[in-house]
């Protein structure tokens, strides 16, 4: 990451030397004989507002280097796939396996007043699995492999895909919310899982298909860009001429999603029961930290939880918060100079796998749906507790990041007595029998706050808005327009592309009030601060006066969504919070300056028609 920063800020420097002036971006202008004097005065002055806008002219060229000219010659000398539709006969109301929602919105609940809700999962893992070698979805291409990490029981984990069904018995219709673990997944591949629903969504009239991602980092490539990207280009450089278009999402792998979706959401059906929700909430500021600025997240953990009146029926715990699943994905140093650095080829899902094993060993079904991930990951991530014997490889940390997560679920509401016989029943996972009382270790249930559990009134509504949105990155350019990524793209008559996506807004009981995103958002479009200045529209709890949540990665995988004003592709944010300036390379992968006005006010416009 060091060395493409230097890299970046030197291809900037020599872009320097041939711009002769410059206009400083304050209240006041002031012109600068050359962005060198104006680099050199922002440096030397020590308040935070110059070292801001001094990130914003490194990030400025950078953007200019890589994405204007750099990117725009790649995407001028790279041919078409085959896949590109033309952006003018393109009409997206016939673009198919859209599902708008429910039809209204209603405040109090009607016709048979009471929750319904159903549980199923089903694995995603291809049939060829163990014998084929998939590309891991991670951070260096072409890490591939064919096997799962053992948990602490001895089980092979697994990739799932989760789905929950909801009615709130007003006759509206059933609303599916399916979380798939995978970094991410294209609109294009969400309207294949939606098509292969298709005949269950008229069965049981499912007015809205949801399908997000954990966000694992660790899971087998969903996106396309770790598998064959060389030979899509190369193939697709010719798809016109041979008809025939090569994915970089392995088909097989779309395949078991499909099948596993079908399953799943077949499992949710016939589980259908009645009974109550509670809702709850808690700080969860010791588990998570935004790691760039612009500093702004929600630390709270969230939590729905139904509690079915049959007695042979299972418990379901629905939860949400914003953090990138990533603490499995950093085993790649080798302690020995002289061997070869190694790379972990195993998969997991990261903590996602041992938290349900305390969930399902306290009784409970569990989901786990992404909230506002923006650069947000895992607090404790080095060593779980930093007691010294503890194995140090990534996996392990996952796993009881994974648990502790999983017991602040499920004690949030409890005393510190019942959170004893909790972590007695479950099996003391985090070996407080044994390490309790040692330096740096921590108990998790001393000292944590009770909650309210609130009756959530059966009111379910949920309405979504598909577009298109201009991908002005080049870089997602290249992926889309070659076929590597999994995007619908358009082309129009003057060279630019599109892809399609779709925003939601959510609303259960009067407790979760729901932005659906479709890519990783940035906290201050939401919640406001600093971070917020020179945003066209006004942040989402600003706007709208309730108190938004986010779910990230909701239908689509559009990247980060960044205010245009500190959009970077490769640079430096400042950061007040530590006086240093962060190194920032995360919108390298989003669709581009333009998503963030495009995604938050296609979301107002929703919002406005039913508010």
């Known amino acids: 990451m060091k060395k493409m920063l230097m890299t970046v800020i030197s291809l900037v420097l020599v872009m320097c030397l041939l711009m002769p002036s410059v206009y400083a971006a304050s209240d006041v202008q002031t012109s600068y004989d050359s962005v060198m004097d104006y680099v050199a005065e922002a440096e030397a002055n020590d308040d935070a507002d110059s070292k801001i806008k001094f990130s914003k002219i490194i990030n400025g060229l950078s953007n200019f280097v890589i994405n204007d000219f750099l990117g725009t010659v790649l995407k001028l000398i790279l041919p078409d796939s085959a896949a590109v539709a033309d952006y003018e006969k393109f009409d997206i109301d016939k673009y198919e396996n859209f599902y708008e929602g429910t039809e209204t919105f209603i405040d109090e609940p009607q016709g048979e007043k009471v929750w319904s809700l159903g549980y199923g999962k089903a694995s995603v893992l291809p049939d060829d699995f163990g014998e084929k070698q998939y590309a891991k979805g991670a951070y260096i291409p072409y890490i591939f492999g ?36 995978a970094m991410g997944f294209a609109n294009a591949d969400v309207r294949q899982v939606r098509a292969g629903l298709k005949e269950l969504a008229e069965k049981y009239n499912i007015v809205s298909i949801n399908v997000s991602c954990t966000h694992i980092h660790t899971g087998i490539d969903s996106q396309g860009v770790w598998t064959d990207p060389i030979g899509c280009i190369i193939n697709n450089s010719f798809s016109k001429i041979t008809r025939h278009v090569k994915y970089g999402v392995e088909r097989s792998f ?73 603490s499995a994905s950093y085993d790649w140093a080798n302690a020995d100079p002289e061997k070869t650095l190694s790379f972990d080829k195993k998969f997991t899902p990261d903590f996602i796998w041992s938290a349900e094993m305390i969930m399902n060993d306290a009784g409970y079904n569990f989901i786990f749906i992404q909230g506002n991930v923006s650069t947000v990951t895992s607090e404790r991530h080095l060593t779980g507790d930093g007691v010294d014997e503890f194995p140090g490889n990534a996996h392990y940390t996952s796993i009881r990041y994974g648990y502790e997560i999983a017991y602040i679920l499920l004690g949030m509401n409890m005393t510190e007595t019942e959170r004893m016989k909790l972590n007695e029943d479950t099996g003391d996972r ?36 598909q577009f298109t949105v201009q991908i002005d990155n080049n870089i997602i350019v290249l992926l889309g327009k070659t076929s590597v990524a999994d995007n619908f793209v358009l082309k129009d008559n003057f060279g630019r592309y599109y892809t399609v996506s779709e925003v939601g807004y959510l609303e259960i009981g009067d407790e979760m009030k729901v932005y659906m995103s479709p890519g990783e958002t940035f906290g201050e479009i939401v919640y406001g601060g600093k971070g917020a200045e ?78």
């Not at 998570?288 to 500093?295: H, L, S």
């Open 254 to 326: 779309i395949e078991a999603v499909v099948e596993g979706s079908k399953q799943a959401v077949q499992d949710a059906l016939d589980d259908m029961t009645q009974g109550k929700l509670y809702y709850s909430s808690i700080n969860g500021e010791d588990y998570v930290y935004d790691r760039t600025a612009p500093i702004s997240l929600n630390p709270n953990i969230y939590k729905l939880e139904f509690k079915p009146f049959a007695a042979d029926k299972t418990p379901t715990i629905i939860a949400t918060f914003g953090c990138h699943p990533e």
């Open 430 to 465: 985090l070996d407080i029998a044994k390490y309790n009382g040692q330096e740096r270790y921590s108990v998790w249930y001393e000292g944590l706050e009770t909650v309210e559990a609130k009756e959530v009134k059966p009111v379910l509504n949920i309405k979504h808005k």
């Open 534 to 611: 020179g945003f066209e529209l006004a942040p989402v709890r600003e706007y709208t006066g309730e108190e938004i949540i986010v779910m990230d990665l909701m239908n689509d995988a559009a990247g980060y969504v960044a205010n245009p004003a500190n959009y970077c592709l490769a640079g430096i944010q400042y950061n007040e919070n530590s006086g240093e300036y962060d190194s920032d390379t995360w919108c390298l992968i989003s669709y581009g300056k333009g998503a963030a006005p495009k995604f938050i006010g296609s979301f107002y416009e929703i919002y406005d028609s039913v508010r």
């Open 146 to 181: 064919n096997d799962m990490y053992t948990d602490e029981d001895g089980n092979k984990e697994d990739l799932m895909v989760r789905a929950v069904v909801m009615n709130d018995g007003s006759g509206r219709g059933n609303v599916l919310f399916i979380a798939l673990d």
